[in-house]
């Protein structure tokens, strides 16, 4: 009340960001966003853009607990965007992440597997264990129409291994969705079974579970790898993402052009264009513009 009859919108903004956390820790994410909105149109008055990001990871992550994931997208698109302008590590990790909750909520797999293994390979460069762990714990959920459900055992184990050594403990959405995957898989497998994989899980260690996923990505299973153009239907053997890929390559797209436009890392955005060559038995970025024009995705 005192900053805004003094008319100082970046101090009221301030007292509003850190009465949004005691909202949010107090189990009252609704109320938190209320107050990140308020506080992101006084932020903008005075346009310290390290503030605004803040503001809008947090009313990001806040419309993802309360399930508003349209509203959620935009706003954590845009705090990625500032992240990405600064080379703000944590940002970039952290809203990479939450744009693959956003993904996973919408029940779109593919896209949500691309941004946890995103946000995965951008903990691992920058060393942030925590987002480590739920990038594995993303990864596993992400995973559940895939044809390996005790390597999701598996993965949820050594996510939970890592937090437990770093004495963290998940936020609650997260923890919520991760022990509804583990319900799921042991449905499928029996409790037996799972606890046998997650058990298994937590004695590997992050090396381990990092060179296994490398072995891992790229093609799904039931999808082969080096067929060519003259196919039958080639183009449902890319993934969405890597179909997305594909179209900004005919377009002519820098790989830092379609990471900034698909909101990716120019690493992932390689990957993708290494598996799209794989798949359709090309040997170069142009053959592959050729082909997109050709298969009319542009």
Known sequence: ???????????????????????????DPAGAARDAVEALRLSRQSGDQIFIGQLLGGLGYFELAVGDLDAARRHLAEALEIARVRNDGYGLTNHTFNLGLAEYMSSSLETAGALFADS???A??????????????GLAMAGRDRAD?????????????????????????????????????????????????????????AAHVL?????????APGQPRGTGAGTDEPVTRLTPRELDVLR??????????IAR??????????????????KLGLSSRAAAAAWGVRAGLV
């Open 124 to 137: 691992r460069r920058t060393g942030r264990t925590m987002f480590t762990a739920c990038s594995l714990l």
């Open 120 to 122: 995965l390979d951008l």
């Open 149 to 205: 459900p005790g390597w999701s055992a598996r993965l949820h184990g050594a996510a939970g291994q890592i937090l437990a050594d770093q004495d963290r403990a998940l936020e609650p959405l997260e923890a919520r969705l991760a022990d509804e995957d583990r319900e799921r898989l042991r449905a499928i497998m029996g409790d037996e079974a799972f606890e046998a994989e997650y058990a298994a899980g937590r004695t590997l260690d």
């Open 248 to 257: 900004l390559v005919a377009q002519g797209l820098s790989n830092p052009d």
């Open 211 to 219: 060179a296994a996923l490398d072995a891992r990505v790229g093609t």
């Open 1 to 27: 009340g005192l900053a805004r009859r003094l008319g100082d919108p970046h101090l009221a903004a301030r007292l509003l960001s850190a009465r949004m956390y005691v909202r949010d820790a107090e189990g």
């Open 261 to 278: 436009r698909l909101v990716l890392s120019e690493h992932t955005v390689h990957r993708h264009l290494a598996n799209i060559l794989g």
